[in-house]
């Protein structure tokens, strides 16, 4: 694969789509705590069969089932370091299977979620941590450093929840080595939207990131972050039309992506487009036709 500096330079990157969404549109369970990390570590081959999915869609990039794997709840799942740390090079692994299984090209990007994620207790919507930047920075550090010697294309570090925990990532992943894009979570409660933007163009200076945006997050948020083109080259890649009801603990409203938004993102500087919570092959594919 050539540099993806390179080919963002030239073209617009399809990025792939919800790697849960798959997972339980083909009847697996992600209620537990470790999410998607469960089928990464039991059923593998699972994973590589989403990964060949998305790249036989068309996506550019394929991103790990690294998202929720972090050190502190991994060991309380009863895993140790050696394990988390083989867990860790395995998404990075059967990323690049699941490439290959489609006869594709792909870059790979190790997903590196927010300290949240981790915890789930919902606190990635709030980036309430109770944590400084130092302590976030080396927390992130350790991970980033393990995913880093796996040697994917791209560290996707994403879903961001608060300006805080934006500055601790862009700490961590200067001097890793791999290209790097920071992806804010424009849903957070600890943003606003000049806040949101603000950061965008505090991090993009950071060495070694290729690129900022959003991510996780209602379509209609992605243009207002995007407004200032300081920052850019973008990477955004939203939830669908969907919204969650929490008292009804369900989606409602139309899935799928909003195409008819791809063309002003593209317009505004994004040059990474693909789709997060909700999303399926089946919108990439659209999402590749209508980029082409």
């Known amino acids: 694969m050539p540099d993806v500096r390179d080919a963002l330079a030239v073209r617009p990157l399809v990025l792939d789509g919800g790697l849960g969404t798959w997972l ?78 489609a006869g594709r090209s792909a870059w790979v990007a190790a997903s590196v979620g927010p300290y949240g994620a981790t915890r789930a207790d919902g606190s990635e919507y709030t980036g309430d941590y109770g944590l400084g930047v130092a302590e976030l920075a080396r927390w992130h550090r350790r991970r980033l450093e393990v995913l880093a010697a796996a040697a994917p294309d791209l560290l996707a570090v994403e879903t961001i929840a608060s300006p805080v925990e934006a500055e601790a990532v862009a700490r961590a992943v200067e001097g ?29 200076r950071t060495p070694g990131v290729i690129a900022v945006g959003v991510n996780c997050s209602p379509p209609e948020a992605v243009a207002p972050a995007l ?58 594919a659209e999402l590749r036709a209508r980029i082409a």
């Open 227 to 284: 407004a200032d083109r300081a920052a850019g080259p973008f990477v955004v890649y939203p939830n669908s039309g969907e919204r969650w009801d929490a008292a009804a603990r369900g989606w409602t409203g139309e899935r799928g992506l909003p195409l008819a938004d791809v063309d002003a993102w593209l317009a505004a500087g994004a040059r990474i487009v693909g789709g997060c919570c909700r999303t399926t092959p089946h919108d990439i």
């Open 24 to 101: 339980e549109d083909a009847g697996h369970d992600l209620t537990g705590d470790l999410w998607s990390a469960r089928v990464l570590a039991e059923e593998p081959d699972v994973m590589r069969a989403a990964h060949a999915s998305f790249a036989r869609a068309g996506a550019d990039i394929l991103t790990t089932g690294s998202y929720q794997i972090g050190f502190d709840n991994l060991a309380t799942a009863g895993f140790d370091r050696g394990e988390i740390e083989h867990l860790l090079a395995l998404s990075v692994r059967v990323a690049r299977d699941g490439a290959a299984d």
């Open 176 to 204: 890793v080595g791999i290209p790097s894009w920071i992806a804010l979570s424009a849903a957070s409660t600890a943003f606003t939207e000049i806040s949101l933007r603000d950061t965008l163009v505090a991090v993009s």
